[in-house]
């Protein structure tokens, strides 16, 4: 694990229509269903709102201010990716701009999530090349250190390993095990349909108290109402 | 004070139509209006751009990671209300998404002030249902610990009184006793009116240094002009 | 360096031609073209997406809390200038708003750079004047201290000189000295140009591992293919 | 409240008994026999480690980079006092020093808590003066403009009233309402005492598990062990 | 991976002896001769300093404000044993006092690396239990869900497998995995007897420029002498 | 200026005598007797307490992750040196331990300042070879880039021409201008002599309200006492 120089060609993607499909449902609900594990820290952020991608990772890990592995990830990447960008050290250089998004989408990947800087921010919401990052910085890196592709990658604190699914909204950015994608999805599904009846529900006033029937339980816990 | 497990019902609430005049100023003059005291921390911001309210302040007290008391606060909501959410410690969870927000909305309230997280920004930018909170996250919370409804809280920094007036927008949130609102919402008036004729001038090139006669008075403060 | 209490009145500009062109390339191109130097932090952020300018610098010193330099920096624009502003500690102050933008608007400023905090945002955004700031808060200043106009100043971590050449957009700030502004355009042109043919062939396919000739250099680093 | 340019010259201090007495338990046993509520933000951190200090509040509002009201705050200092600092913006100015130290002790003041910087950290730690802060900082201040003096003030993210008693050592600064001392005491005093036990349990060897009997509960709570 | 819930009782610990080994070395070397993967971000700070421990990791995954797992965790000590606790959001509450310190210790483990808050600072020095964590806090927590033992989980930005080999001083925290442990601490102790010579060589004068043999590659590299 | 690849070997340090006696005030007495400018940001800490330097500053511009220049600047160093290191960008790395310590001390510094991450701390106290760093990381760095030496740096927020006077503290790290060292020296001796003079008064318990004859101001500024 975490070792250095390596790219891994082949690899075991999710389920394609669970994988697809997560996007539907939105960072938070995919989260809620998996039970609030795997959520990358709040730090990460959309370079441009309203983008909402799920999709297969194809991870990389590179070092400080070193964007060459960038190159190599770019041919692993299929129809339906997402890359996933891990760096060994804090860093808030611009890894990543309109070139390599061009790249990057000529080979059918649907964004990145970076726990680094990226740049071109202006070219790539033109493009809709959607970026999750955790800073914004005109900073070019260089390229002279190898990384690895393909490895699993601790990226703004969530666990990522390669074909796993990756959600990512204005909420924040959410990894399913590939093997849970499925499941996730059914469960995501539930909740959404589940969902709709609420809000109809609370709309017409009705009250989160009644409705999940917690006046009781409060009381008990100690609530007092005063005048 | 602070005290846990307590809803108070009946809130002196500020005179109405100051609270409601209050956005027509914006957060900035309004703090200014106040002599600059009131206003929460700068990390406070807006889900998204461009809303200005303002409103009567029901607050509640919540603890990290548990929005049990969300629903709570719904009950004591009414139309022109601003819920201000405070936590015991400090937390970036998602609190708050669009089922409360169709509930709160259902309820009369403008608007929530939250020093946590935020989901469902999507949902709610298209409800148009403002928030101004520290972070986003689709972490979401537990129901499991009480808290208190309508006792006095500290918000990102801002002390805030049940009843009291919150104006928010772009620049931030401002907080105005409900005793001063009528009179800040007089001074806020003034100043405006003031700051349309200096407007003007500056922007037919007239300079502050003059406007302001402040020439002189940097003179002996010790200012000096070299070439 | 560094005096308090003075204005410069006199400043040689960095070529006009130079300066006003280098926007068209924008934050990133220009600090390639550098060779990475010159960018200021990137916790400097636009007030609004989108806009991209390129100016002469006009720099001012304040003191936290205190903007009443601003008032004699304006005297100092000229058309096509840019005005930059440091602070002598740490401060989130909002010292900059829609009254002093209107002056700097009519003096024929095209923005401004401040390590601090600005405000009025709703306005400055429908009036098209771009602030670039450490933060937005609705909090004012007072106008007790002098400072410096047109000195060295260091803003966000990098140094400026009054006349130096700002490039500014949602990327972040770049410093060009007015000694290197002719060069660095020319630079940045090339790159550009070069930029358009890599993009076409990147958007047909072909990966950067070859069009860069790196395969060699990464076997020769280390870099095992493994499945 | 948050009125400018105020000194309250006589306020009611809590139980001197009480607020000599809570020293002794620390501040986070405090914090539990006050509920979990009261506690400053955890950035504020003691200048030297090993200080453990309570006494009795009196407050004092600056504004950022203004240090005049610590001069007037001295005068209302009595013996037993804590001094507590509060900043009507973000600043982290070295507002106070040896000399301002060596006043505040002269009036019997047992330390100073502040949302801002200190300075002379060396000189403070020999005079064995402790002092809680946000930042160390060697930027002095200005003497421009009021504040108040023994107001309710918001600092570090906590209510403070003239009079209430503060703890504060290694763990952080938690804040006793004034009302609250005699029984906050007895309460830390209790817990304290039902310590001693748990203690000597868990040294030999005792599980907590067993101790707290949390193993039906964590059971039901669908905890599953595997091998 | 990721499981909620779940107790693994029979983890494979490293190789004792390299385990016992490696804080001979200090986490810089080890880091080092890992090749420069494995560090837990640098925010992750002792309460003390000083202390420099090895052994091998039990690991709890936690919710924010919800410590109940650790009493659950202590029982899966063994002696020799460092707890790695991640959260599953970010959290600065007091997990961990000396309550819980002394059970730890009773059992044989070594120190605790927390992703969170930790309190009884004081108390913790004056028993000699270290702890690395990311904030103080008097902030205590409840125990209402349950989290998981012995799983991967990523603390401070680094994977952490139950049986891997900590290594933490006052440079940081960094994870050796198992497999790794024994090639780690040759590694480590062929880098120690070589730094030796080049200690004893540098503290004579003798430059890193001719001992590394660096002026050559330098020279290629473009760096220019000037005077 | 910030020109890469270059090695100025022949820079003007301050005056010995005055860059030597700076120690003796203090980081905040010189900070004040420059009247307050040149400190850098207060995040930069020193890894141990108690040290108070003063040296001439030998510059060194680095690339993040990278100290290959480290060695090269070691060549620059003279006896009464302190070594002044600045990033191009945002780096934590621990670009500094033992070794290179070793080597610095040999050739006469006495402190490295750097924007950006230190190791071997333990090591360093022991040596009592003072660092002040924005952080500590064990994390190293590679040996692939050229930066400079003795070029002006911004080091923290401040301007730093190699031959300048760095004095740094427990409170922070000033800088003084090489020109301004022998002027420099002559204020802060006679602020320290006149701070005896109130230090003395305040101990015997005069207030600064009388001491600095405030009373008459602060009433003109509107300060009103209530009972």
Same mark, same amino acid.
């Given at each position: 694990?975490?070792?250095?120089g390596i790219?891994k060609r082949?690899?075991?993607r999710?389920?394609r229509?669970?994988?697809d499909?997560l996007a539907?449902?939105?960072?938070?609900?995919?989260?809620?269903?998996m039970g609030?594990?795997?959520l990358m820290?709040p730090y990460?952020r959309p370079?441009?709102a309203?983008?909402?991608i799920?999709?297969t990772a #194809?991870? #990389?890990?590179?070092h400080?201010g070193?964007?060459?592995?960038?190159?190599? /990830?770019?041919?692993?990447?299929?129809a $339906?990716? =997402?890359?996933v960008?891990a *760096?060994?050290?804090?860093c808030?250089?611009?890894?990543?701009g309109?070139?390599?998004a061009?790249?990057?989408q000529a080979r059918?990947a649907r964004g990145?999530i970076?726990d680094?800087g990226?740049r071109?921010v202006?070219?790539?919401?033109?493009?809709?090349f959607?970026?999750?990052?955790k800073? =914004?910085?005109?900073? $070019? %890196?260089i390229?002279?250190? =190898?990384?690895s592709?393909? *490895?699993?990658?601790?990226? &703004?604190?969530a666990l /990522?390993n390669?074909g796993?699914?990756i959600v990512?909204d204005?909420?924040? #950015?959410v990894v399913v095990?590939a093997?849970?994608? #499925?499941? %996730? &999805?059914e469960a995501?599904?539930?909740?959404e349909?589940?969902?709709?009846d609420?809000?109809?529900?609370?709309a017409?006033?009705?009250? $989160?108290?009644?409705m999940?029937?917690?006046?009781?339980?409060?009381e008990?816990?100690g609530?007092?109402y =005063?005048d």
């Amino acid at each position: 694990m975490f070792e250095l120089g390596i790219v891994k060609r082949n690899i075991v993607r999710a389920d394609r229509a669970a994988a697809d499909q997560l996007a539907r449902f939105g960072a938070s609900t995919v989260h809620e269903a998996m039970g609030r594990v795997g959520l990358m820290k709040p730090y990460m952020r959309p370079i441009y709102a309203g983008a909402r991608i799920s999709g297969t990772a #194809v991870t #990389v890990l590179l070092h400080p201010g070193d964007n060459w592995m960038m190159h190599v /990830v770019a041919e692993q990447i299929q129809a $339906g990716d =997402i890359v996933v960008a891990a *760096i060994t050290a804090d860093c808030t250089d611009g890894y990543f701009g309109d070139l390599l998004a061009t790249s990057f989408q000529a080979r059918g990947a649907r964004g990145l999530i970076i726990d680094a800087g990226c740049r071109d921010v202006k070219d790539l919401t033109e493009m809709g090349f959607p970026v999750w990052s955790k800073a =914004i910085s005109s900073k $070019g %890196t260089i390229k002279a250190t =190898i990384g690895s592709v393909n *490895i699993p990658v601790v990226c &703004a604190g969530a666990l /990522v390993n390669p074909g796993d699914v990756i959600v990512a909204d204005d909420d924040g #950015v959410v990894v399913v095990p590939a093997a849970l994608a #499925v499941k %996730t &999805a059914e469960a995501a599904s539930a909740r959404e349909a589940n969902e709709g009846d609420k809000r109809a529900k609370l709309a017409s006033g009705v009250l $989160g108290l009644d409705m999940y029937k917690m006046r009781e339980p409060l009381e008990k816990a100690g609530l007092r109402y =005063i005048d």
